[in-house]
């Protein structure tokens, strides 16, 4: 199951993914994964992961924050900067998954060119866990999947991450983040 997740992963990013998406859905059926009754010849040896978050850039971090946790309920984290990424972070707990409010730290923060081009902010990227962030480094480099860095960095939660540049990846921003 993996190894199919993978490659769709890879085929998305790799095909540019909404020209996956032209045919038509029948309808009445479920959605299903077929079976892969061997492995992959280019599989990799590393394999994707749960969604860990939703970026959101946000103009205004408090009253982004005070919107999910007393309009909506949700358990919100304190705010976190980090220097090292240009940005202050929270985190709204979801149960399943989180979304990560971003907030420019200085002018110098790519979430401030963000923010320059969509003044109301917006989603920003995805975050996805790999079981092994160095093999799936390795091997996207071999598939012409290029990353906005040569290695990966620590990220929000303390663990590695690396951003797939969203040319190659359907126009969507990808973090991969260590499990």
């Known amino acids: 199951m993996a190894q199919v997740l993978r ?3 890879a085929a998305a990013c790799a095909g540019g993914l909404f020209s996956r998406l032209q045919a038509p859905v029948p309808t009445g059926r479920a959605f ?3 079976r892969s009754s061997g492995r992959v010849a280019s599989a990799a040896v590393w394999a994707l992961g749960r969604l860990n978050h939703v970026a959101i850039a946000v103009p205004d971090l408090e009253k982004a924050r005070a919107f999910y946790r007393d309009a909506l309920g949700a358990p919100v984290s304190e705010v976190s900067p980090l220097p090292e990424h240009g940005v202050s972070v929270v985190f709204v707990d ?3 998954t989180k979304l990560e409010l971003l907030h420019p730290l200085g002018e110098d923060s790519p979430i401030a060119g963000f923010l320059q081009k969509n003044k109301a902010g917006g989603m920003h990227h995805v975050c ?6 160095n093999a799936a480094v390795k091997d996207l480099k071999e598939k012409k999947i290029r990353s906005l860095s040569d290695e990966a960095k620590i990220g929000a939660h ?7 540049h969203p040319k190659d990846c359907g126009g969507v921003l990808v973090e ?3 499990a």
């Open 176 to 178: 991969l983040e260590q």
């Open 7 to 9: 490659a769709a992963v």
């Open 94 to 96: 979801l149960g399943n």
């Open 128 to 133: 996805i866990e790999v079981d092994d962030i």
């Open 32 to 34: 299903s994964t077929p």
């Open 158 to 164: 303390g663990k590695p991450v690396i951003f797939l």
